[in-house]
């Protein structure tokens, strides 16, 4: 009887779920930076092998969130309000360049969708709903997919994952007038204008941020 083959997208989906889980515990400060990640320890604490959780350290190192410190192991990287500040900067770019590729590749639907997206993020904050920064994000995750561009939305990954640290205390009002700016310049295929609009946006979230810091009331908090 021939072997039945064993399926290697399985692997893949247990490494992303170890991922996601130990992201979660550093995100949301329950793993505290300086603290040593032992493979051993979190292999048999979450039921895979160590191989899963090496590879999934590997992935949270390129995300920077972890560090591999030769002969001594992968300790959690310290995340404060530069690192976060210097994400916003690459995410400025990065959003104005995936909303200008957007134009002229978003369909009717595709602004349908952004713009009850933008509604929905508007009425959640003004709720002060949980799930506002998780729509918030699809939203940006939309337009980036609409680029088409593959390495763009690969890239994303990285300062999408250090703004899941930071509460937005921008009026609901202001983020919901500069989301329908955006999807109406990419609506337009107005591709200059879309990207401006794209990282005028992200420059206010970052310079919120600067100002809490300037005033000492930042602390990074998981908005997972």
Not at 92 to 101: C, N
Request: hydrophobic fraction near 40%.
């Amino acid at each position: 009887m021939a072997k039945t083959s064993v399926k290697p997208v399985k692997a893949r989906v247990a490494r992303h779920e170890v991922r996601d889980e130990i992201q979660r515990r550093i995100l949301s400060g329950e793993s505290k930076p300086g603290e040593r990640l032992s493979q051993q320890s979190l292999a048999r604490e979450l039921g895979v092998a160590q191989g899963t959780v090496r590879e999934s350290l590997l992935e949270l190192q390129w995300l920077g969130l972890v560090e591999s410190v030769d002969h001594f192991g992968v300790f959690v990287d310290n995340l404060d309000a530069s690192r976060i500040c210097e994400a916003y900067m690459v995410r400025e770019v990065m959003e104005g360049l995936a909303a200008r590729l957007a134009c002229g590749n978003a369909g009717r639907a595709d602004i349908t969708e952004l713009r009850a997206m933008a509604d929905n993020i508007y009425k959640l904050a003004q709720e002060k709903d949980n799930e506002t920064a998780s729509l918030d994000r699809s939203f940006h995750l939309h337009i980036t997919e609409l680029s088409r561009n593959s390495t763009l939305i690969r890239l994303s990954q990285t300062y999408r994952v250090l703004g899941m640290t930071v509460r937005a205390f921008r009026e609901p009002a202001v983020i919901h007038a500069e989301h329908l700016r955006i999807v109406e310049a990419i609506e337009h295929n107005f591709a200059e204008e879309a990207e401006r609009q794209a990282r005028q946006h992200v420059v206010g979230a970052r310079q919120m941020i600067e100002r809490q810091v300037l005033q000492g009331k930042f602390v990074p908090k998981w908005v997972g």
